[in-house]
């Protein structure tokens, strides 16, 4: 497929574990954003890939949460030591990391914690 | 730094009937506005964008915004509402050099009555 895709589509976990999510962006997409959609809040940015550059990690909200890209191409989102309030749909996007900055989102991760 | 209102959470109106979902936002330099929209259980995907040029944009199914920099708004349209139309919107902006997070709106949960 030629969209953003992320697996798993659904994870149930218990509070204390660590969980990854994965996402795979468009091919040639040198842009990808990690964000975190919770229940009547919006959507929150917690990372940001460009290139080879430094992630721009200004958005994560402890340091239980990384994500790293290998290759510039996927990318991995890891919650440590899973909390309940971590509980939220997590999307990827990607762009072609050019100033008009449109972001094309996978389906999206729902994470719940137990 | 960049914020997006929405106002109205939940906006409900009858198939057929005229569609207007809100959105100001506030930006030190000259934005770029984006309008997504949600359908359950999937991803965002974009309905239109604002870069430059004409401050009329017309979007995918029917929609179209209108940029008005001396109201600091981007309100989102459509003539005659569909049930298909169902659905979360979402309002965004972005910096003009672009290639940034997306700063969101809350959403607005469109509701059409048949």
């Known amino acids: 497929g030629a969209g953003v895709s992320q697996s798993p589509s659904n994870k149930v976990t218990e509070k204390g574990k660590d969980v990854e999510l994965r996402c795979d962006p468009i091919s040639g997409h040198t842009a990808l954003y990690w964000y975190r959609q919770s229940l009547g809040q919006g959507l929150e940015f917690l990372i940001y890939f460009q290139g080879n550059s430094a992630p721009d990690k200004s958005g994560l909200p402890s340091d239980r949460f990384s994500a790293e890209r290998t290759g510039g191409s996927v990318s991995t989102l890891t919650i440590q030591r899973t909390q309940q309030e971590d509980s939220a749909v997590y999307l990827c996007?990607?762009?072609?990391?050019?100033?008009?900055?449109?972001?094309?989102f996978g389906p999206g991760t729902r994470l719940t914690v137990l | 730094a960049q914020s997006v209102t929405q106002l109205g959470s939940h906006v409900s109106v009858s198939e057929g009937a005229l569609v207007l979902l809100r959105c100001n936002y506030s930006s030190s330099v000259p934005p770029y506005l984006f309008w997504y929209v949600q359908y359950p259980n999937q991803g965002l995907q974009l309905l239109l964008k604002y870069t430059t040029g004409a401050t009329l944009v017309k979007g995918i199914n029917g929609f179209e915004a209108e940029f008005k920099k001396s109201e600091t708004s981007f309100h989102l349209t459509k003539p005659s509402a569909h049930m298909s139309d169902a659905a979360e919107y979402f309002c965004?902006?972005?910096?003009?050099?672009?290639?940034?997070?997306?700063?969101f709106g809350k959403g607005t949960r469109l509701s059409v009555i048949a």
């Open positions: 996007a990607s762009s072609i990391g050019d100033r008009h900055n449109e972001q094309f």
């Open positions: 965004a902006v972005s910096p003009y050099s672009g290639n940034t997070p997306l700063v």
